[in-house]
């Protein structure tokens, strides 16, 4: 995709939003956005707010470099989570210290009862 005309309305549409939905969700104005689909207009201040309401990177939004997500980006890499591990581990943060403790000892028991000698 060769303009942010066509990048914006390719992930647009590949979240199933209308422009309505995405100026809602990014506070960008409809006007706006259908002017950059359209390709009056090749640039603009709120390709953060944009790129964020489109869970994209404003990078590949803004020039067509990188990746489409961060989560490509990251599944690039050799040593990255599978995204079964990122949803544990985000789920994981969210808890209270306690029970981060009783989770950790509780897998430490599992794997020292499943080693093989």
Do not use: Y
């Not at 060769?2 to 939003?17: D, V, Y």
């Not at 939905?21 to 709120?46: A, C, P, W, Y």
């Not at 470099?65 to 690039?76: D, I, L, N």
């Not at 969210?94 to 028991?109: E, G, N, S, Y």
């Amino acid at each position: 995709m060769i303009t942010l005309g066509s990048r914006l309305k390719f992930s647009r549409k590949q979240r199933a939003m209308t422009q309505k939905d995405l100026s809602e969700k990014s506070g960008v104005s409809q006007q706006l956005i259908s002017r950059v689909e359209s390709e009056k207009i090749d640039n603009t201040t709120e390709i953060f707010s944009l790129a964020e309401a489109l869970c994209v990177s404003a990078k590949w939004l803004s020039k067509g470099e990188g990746e489409m997500t961060e989560e490509a980006e990251a599944s690039k890499s050799s040593d990255s989570l599978t995204h079964e591990a990122q949803e544990l581990a985000k789920a994981f943060q969210k808890l209270p210290p306690k029970q981060k403790t009783l989770i950790q000892q509780t897998i430490k028991a599992f794997i020292d009862s499943n080693k093989t000698d």
